[in-house]
């Protein structure tokens, strides 16, 4: 029963987010047999050193979405504060609300079955352009952000032309 | 007289049928004990049954994780695949110990190659152009965005700008192909449109 309700939630947002998309964001499920896991590929923000680049990511949706939230993990080498060497994503709106103990984030910030993965996609969007430093989640790239900026955007803009293959 | 029917009664016909039975059973056990107690005792040997088909559906999901570390993770978790799929996402999987060496499975003789090759510290993670093979659609440098979005219509009907939702799934599943390749391609295109702007700069400032 619940999978059907996430089933049909997440077909909407399929139909939603092809049918109206939003700049620079393209994502589906990888097949449609299989609606919870999807693939996305985001633009790089434009005047930050991720523009121009294509950022590929996977998203896998719990059975009980849009209750819990997904979670997300970018399949591309990120050199970014808030994402994992691993690749998963750290973002408030992925993380359900009462499961933060530091209390760094404000519940309206966190995950609600009112949010949805053009949402998400859209705030990791803005979190390349922005990283947020109270939680960095890779902390050599945090460091590099905050006390040498010039040697951060050069390995971000490196990782924009080896993503596209030049 | 009597005294000759006693021992002819010490072992009467209900005695005799008890130890044949007795018998029968006791060869039964026998012959039935040594394979049942191998049986249980392979079951329940040390190292708990891996699932590779299991294994195999989170090793497809991520190509880059490795297997070894797939495999520790769902011997401990007692083959939950959706537990080590969640783990692999919030913080990675932990390094197994350098002991654990799980057997291969037979099955996985064909892809051994990319098993290999999947150890061997190669970049996890190939480029866009790479990953969806897209290296026959790279226009050659120069030309014109014009050309190059007449040669992308190589399925027909398609208005790449306008999009819409195809009551076939199949055809969805295509639009939303092209729509991934185009912005590819196009970041692509524009990147080494800007890079060549860059050069050309550079140029003019070392004549200058």
């Known amino acids: 029963m619940a999978t059907s ?10 139909r939603t987010l ?35 680049g294509i950022f590929p990511a996977t998203l896998v949706f719990p059975k009980d979405y849009p209750l ?21 994503v750290c973002i408030s709106i992925l993380h359900p609300p009462g499961d933060d103990p530091m209390m760094y984030e404000k519940a309206s910030e966190r995950w609600s079955p009112i949010q949805s993965v053009e949402k998400i996609l859209i705030s990791v969007m803005s979190m390349l352009a922005e990283p947020n430093d109270e939680s960095p989640a890779n902390v050599d790239a945090a460091r590099m952000w905050r006390e040498r900026r ?17 | 007289m ?31 004990g040594p394979p049942s107690s191998a049986s249980s005792s392979r079951s329940s040997s040390r190292t708990p049954r891996i699932d590779y088909a299991r294994v195999d559906q989170v090793a497809q999901m991520f190509p ?9 993770d769902m011997q401990r978790n007692g083959g939950n695949v959706a537990a080590t799929t969640e783990r692999i996402l919030s913080r990675g999987l932990d390094v197994p ?33 790479t990953r969806y093979n897209l290296s026959s659609k790279i226009t050659p440098t120069g030309s014109s965005p014009l050309v190059d979005s007449g040669s992308d219509t190589s399925t027909p009907a398609s208005t790449p700008s306008k999009p ?17 390749e185009e912005m590819i391609l196009e970041a692509r295109r524009k990147l080494e449109e800007k890079e060549r702007a860059k050069t050309a700069v550079d140029k003019g400032k070392g004549k200058a």
């Open chain 1, 68 to 88: 819990a939230p997904p979670t997300m993990r970018f399949t591309c080498d990120i050199w970014h504060p808030n994402v994992y060497p691993n690749g998963a």
């Open chain 1, 5 to 14: 309700v996430a089933s049909k939630r997440l077909f909407h947002e399929y």
């Open chain 2, 64 to 72: 880059q994780a490795d297997r070894r570390a797939i495999i520790w």
């Open chain 2, 164 to 180: 819409s939702w195809s009551t076939n799934k199949t055809e969805r599943a295509l639009q939303l192909q092209r729509r991934r």
């Open chain 2, 97 to 129: 110990p350098p002991s654990f060496q799980p057997p291969l499975p037979p099955q996985a003789t064909p892809s051994g190659g990319a098993g290999a090759r999947a150890n061997a510290k190669t970049p996890a993670h190939p480029d866009l152009i």
């Open chain 2, 2 to 32: 009597s005294n000759g029917e006693i021992p002819a009664t010490t072992l009467n016909i209900p005695q005799l049928l008890l130890v044949l039975v007795l018998g029968f059973l006791a060869v039964r056990w026998y012959l039935s």
């Open chain 1, 150 to 166: 010039d040697e951060y955007e050069r390995i971000v803009r490196d990782g924009v032309r080896k993503g596209l293959g030049l």
């Open chain 1, 18 to 52: 092809t049918t109206d998309p939003p700049d620079g964001i393209t994502a589906g499920p990888l097949s449609e047999d299989d609606l919870f896991t999807w693939e996305a590929l985001i633009s790089g923000p434009a005047d930050t050193p991720f523009e121009g």
